[in-house]
């Protein structure tokens, strides 16, 4: 269900501040039903909060991602989550293993950190919005 990214978004959107990658990916993430984050050969990357808490990157396109494989995700691969098993599963265990969520980080700046819970408060407001 990806759409296609055209050249100049790309560039446009990795320009955008944290917070306003976060508003782009959440209208993509409801608009389009699936997540993208990474894996490399030993399972789904994760990233490190300066708190030193894990916090698992995720992006609206394969492309976006794929800017990222680069220093420690060199190697790695976009990988695509549908946005139900996300919701379902993937949530609860990020909340279970007291990880976070880092929104849409891009090849020079770190995401925004979410905890699950305000991820999944955000993303069913964009949710309500489109229905």
Request: with cysteine.
């Amino acid at each position: 269900m990806t759409w296609k990214l055209k050249p100049q978004e790309l560039e446009s959107v990795l320009k955008l501040s944290a917070k306003d990658r976060v508003a782009y990916a959440m209208k993509k993430f409801a608009d389009q039903e699936e997540i993208w984050s990474l894996k490399d050969q030993n399972g789904w990357v994760l990233t490190r909060t300066p708190q030193g808490v894990d916090a698992v990157p995720i992006w609206p396109h394969a492309q976006y991602a794929a800017e990222c494989t680069r220093g420690v995700w060199a190697g790695a691969t976009p990988e695509v989550i549908q946005l139900d098993e996300w919701i379902e599963d993937w949530l609860p265990g990020i909340k279970n293993d007291s990880r976070l969520i880092a929104v849409f980080p891009s090849p020079d700046a770190n995401g925004a950190v979410l905890a699950s819970d305000e991820f999944a408060r955000d993303l069913q407001e964009e949710l309500d919005r489109i229905e």
